[in-house]
């Protein structure tokens, strides 16, 4: 490839990550949303907690084998058959693909439905509602995973539009229905799980008509052929390590959810709605950077340019930290303030609000580790070295169950999200003594490096967050009689992330901070460039 069509591919992998990331904001801002309205529906009350149980069983399915079968088995086989085969031979793995997904997935939404009750006592949870939400929501992954299906179409052709919007359509009919159902169910927790299967269908047949416009057509073919198709053989060798990586990193969930349940009404929810918060940051920052990264990587690896390799991912390791790092402390000095604002309403009680806060404190500070994580592993999977991140998560996966066995029933809500953050933390040190212990180019200066940046970092973070916090005491304390929480919450808040912003942005400026300065000069330039004419 020339120089020339190397940029070109760079500036276009580039508009894809930008276009992605803006997707993905807007679908975790509705994410926030959407648990805006379960709180305003459920609160931490006993349906609340029946609703968060079963729907993170059939979820749980769908990351383990939807997101994780068509990231790393079908696109890549897809696109082999798009570069080297005939058509005809593509249209068979396709519908061969169609028939499979077809089988496995009528034999896993009746087995979900039939042993629903049995499913659900494993989590202690109230056993007719869980049960039946769980019914109502088990064809989500179905749904869903015909959606992973054209998502992986279409990203092999490099369109990334339509399945970015997908979530977001899926957000929609979350928040939506309720609103229009209430109670006529029974209860608003089933509302909200026929919003769910309304939105597995949205993210399907969105996409749909930009894969009936790139002229793709496949259909069923005999269950036997299917199975035996050469592509679906090899979709199905790539299957095997990804599930057992991404089961390792999903059980985290599933058993701080079911270890949740047992502790206390309340608690499972107030866990879910703090890390739907961590996930809005991490969507901001993490996924955008770690989008933009990998495809770096890969080309300095395949060119063995080991210096350009380490200096891209200690580069993204900086720039990551400098928007992480203080958001972290900020969100934990303000957990109370934030979950107020955010969610305090109906039956979103103050008791609501001291439980989520309390667990939004402790997955804070993991923020950073996960947010390392997502860059880490990238560098590992730019060398085709797909075994030592599940390595590090099957391993986090075991630091997690016993911290939560120790720390559940004593600490509740608070133990289980500080040892979801503690698993984090020993991901990340087993990913960076891989790194250290195969070193390639700086890297390990380019990681000395950001350990020393992360810790001024904190020590900035810390200087700016105090006069902060007294600010927001100080107008808290005017408007303490205000009925309405956007004034009562949302005015100190301001005033105390201006404050904290000002200062923070001060001590780089007077440090002259080469992150923060290339972060700007960046975004400046790009705001001055004018579009090209067309000639």
């Not at 276009?12 to 648990?35: C, F, K």
């Not at 005939?86 to 009528?106: G, M, P, Q, Y």
């Not at 359509?169 to 159902?181: E, K, Q, R, T």
């Not at 972060?519 to 001055?528: G, L, N, Q």
């Given at each position: 490839?020339?120089?020339?069509?190397?940029?070109?591919?760079?500036?276009?992998?580039?508009?894809?990550?930008?276009?992605?990331?803006?997707?993905?904001?807007?679908?975790?801002?509705?994410?926030?949303?959407?648990?805006?309205?379960?709180?305003?529906?459920?609160?931490?009350?006993?349906?609340?907690?029946?609703?968060?149980?079963?729907?993170?069983?059939?979820?749980?399915?769908?990351?383990?084998?939807?997101?994780?079968?068509?990231?790393?088995?079908?696109?890549?086989?897809?696109?082999?058959?798009?570069?080297?085969?005939?058509?005809?031979?593509?249209?068979?793995?396709?519908?061969?693909?169609?028939?499979?997904?077809?089988?496995?997935?009528?034999?896993?939404?009746?087995?979900?439905?039939?042993?629903?009750?049995?499913?659900?006592?494993?989590?202690?949870?109230?056993?007719?509602?869980?049960?039946?939400?769980?019914?109502?929501?088990?064809?989500?992954?179905?749904?869903?995973?015909?959606?992973?299906?054209?998502?992986?179409?279409?990203?092999?052709?490099?369109?990334?539009?339509?399945?970015?919007?997908?979530?977001?359509?899926?957000?929609?009919?979350?928040?939506?229905?309720?609103?229009?159902?209430?109670s006529r169910l029974g209860n608003p927790a089933r509302a909200m799980a026929v919003g769910?299967?309304?939105?597995?269908?949205?993210?399907?047949?969105?996409?749909?008509?930009?894969?009936?416009?790139?002229?793709?057509?496949?259909?069923?073919?005999?269950?036997?052929?299917?199975?035996?198709?050469?592509?679906?053989?090899?979709?199905?060798?790539?299957?095997?390590?990804?599930?057992?990586?991404?089961?390792?990193?999903?059980?985290?969930?599933?058993?701080?959810?079911?270890?949740?349940?047992?502790?206390?009404?309340?608690?499972?929810?107030?866990?879910?709605?703090?890390?739907?918060?961590?996930?809005?940051?991490?969507?901001?920052?993490?996924?955008?950077?770690?989008?933009?990264?990998?495809?770096?990587?890969?080309?300095?690896?395949?060119?063995?340019?080991?210096?350009?390799?380490?200096?891209?991912?200690?580069?993204?390791?900086?720039?990551?930290?400098?928007?992480?790092?203080?958001?972290?402390?900020?969100?934990?000095?303000?957990?109370?303030?934030?979950?107020?604002?955010?969610?305090?309403?109906?039956?979103?009680?103050?008791?609501?609000?001291?439980?989520?806060?309390?667990?939004?404190?402790?997955?804070?500070?993991?923020?950073?580790?996960?947010?390392?994580?997502?860059?880490?592993?990238?560098?590992?999977?730019?060398?085709?070295?797909?075994?030592?991140?599940?390595?590090?998560?099957?391993?986090?996966?075991?630091?997690?169950?016993?911290?939560?066995?120790?720390?559940?029933?004593?600490?509740?809500?608070?133990?289980?999200?500080?040892?979801?953050?503690?698993?984090?933390?020993?991901?990340?040190?087993?990913?960076?003594?891989?790194?250290?212990?195969?070193?390639?180019?700086?890297?390990?200066?380019?990681?000395?490096?950001?350990?020393?940046?992360?810790?001024?970092?904190?020590?900035?973070?810390?200087?700016?967050?105090?006069?902060?916090?007294?600010?927001?005491?100080?107008?808290?304390?005017?408007?303490?009689?205000?009925?309405?929480?956007?004034?009562?919450?949302?005015?100190?808040?301001?005033?105390?992330?201006?404050?904290?912003?000002?200062?923070?942005?001060?001590?780089?400026?007077?440090?002259?901070?080469?992150?923060?300065?290339?972060?700007?000069?960046?975004?400046?330039?790009?705001?001055?460039?004018?579009?090209?004419?067309?000639?």
């Amino acid at each position: 490839m020339s120089e020339h069509d190397s940029s070109r591919s760079r500036a276009r992998m580039m508009r894809h990550a930008g276009l992605l990331s803006a997707l993905t904001l807007v679908s975790r801002i509705l994410g926030l949303i959407r648990e805006m309205t379960k709180a305003r529906f459920l609160g931490t009350s006993p349906f609340s907690d029946a609703f968060t149980v079963s729907f993170i069983i059939p979820n749980f399915t769908r990351r383990l084998f939807a997101e994780g079968s068509v990231t790393v088995a079908f696109i890549p086989t897809y696109k082999g058959y798009l570069l080297a085969s005939t058509d005809r031979e593509t249209k068979e793995f396709l519908s061969a693909s169609l028939t499979v997904l077809t089988v496995c997935l009528s034999a896993a939404v009746a087995a979900g439905i039939a042993f629903a009750p049995l499913i659900v006592r494993l989590f202690g949870s109230e056993p007719v509602e869980t049960a039946l939400l769980t019914r109502i929501m088990f064809p989500f992954l179905a749904l869903v995973s015909y959606a992973a299906l054209l998502q992986g179409i279409l990203n092999a052709h490099e369109i990334f539009g339509p399945s970015g919007f997908a979530p977001i359509v899926f957000n929609l009919c979350f928040i939506v229905v309720p609103w229009l159902l209430g109670s006529r169910l029974g209860n608003p927790a089933r509302a909200m799980a026929v919003g769910v299967v309304v939105g597995g269908l949205g993210q399907a047949l969105v996409q749909l008509p930009a894969v009936y416009r790139l002229g793709v057509r496949f259909g069923f073919m005999p269950v036997g052929k299917a199975f035996a198709n050469p592509g679906m053989r090899k979709v199905f060798a790539l299957i095997a390590p990804t599930i057992l990586g991404m089961a390792a990193y999903q059980l985290n969930d599933l058993v701080s959810t079911a270890y949740a349940s047992r502790a206390g009404v309340g608690v499972a929810s107030s866990l879910q709605y703090s890390l739907r918060l961590q996930e809005l940051i991490l969507g901001i920052f993490a996924v955008s950077a770690g989008t933009v990264l990998l495809p770096r990587l890969s080309e300095a690896a395949g060119r063995r340019d080991w210096n350009e390799f380490s200096a891209s991912l200690g580069g993204t390791m900086r720039t990551l930290l400098l928007l992480t790092v203080p958001v972290a402390v900020f969100s934990m000095v303000f957990a109370e303030r934030i979950v107020t604002l955010l969610f305090r309403s109906g039956d979103f009680t103050d008791e609501s609000v001291r439980l989520t806060a309390s667990a939004f404190f402790w997955h804070q500070t993991g923020l950073v580790f996960i947010a390392m994580n997502r860059l880490m592993a990238p560098a590992f999977y730019a060398r085709s070295n797909t075994r030592t991140p599940t390595f590090a998560g099957i391993a986090s996966f075991g630091v997690n169950i016993v911290m939560v066995l120790a720390l559940a029933y004593r600490f509740k809500g608070p133990g289980i999200a500080f040892a979801l953050s503690f698993s984090s933390a020993v991901n990340s040190a087993l990913l960076l003594w891989a790194l250290l212990r195969d070193p390639v180019g700086d890297i390990a200066a380019e990681l000395a490096s950001c350990a020393a940046y992360a810790g001024r970092l904190l020590l900035f973070s810390l200087l700016a967050v105090a006069p902060a916090w007294y600010i927001d005491r100080l107008v808290s304390s005017a408007l303490r009689h205000a009925a309405s929480r956007l004034v009562y919450a949302g005015l100190p808040l301001i005033a105390g992330t201006v404050v904290f912003s000002g200062l923070g942005i001060l001590m780089l400026v007077l440090t002259k901070d080469a992150v923060g300065a290339s972060i700007a000069t960046a975004f400046f330039r790009k705001a001055r460039i004018p579009p090209r004419r067309r000639t």
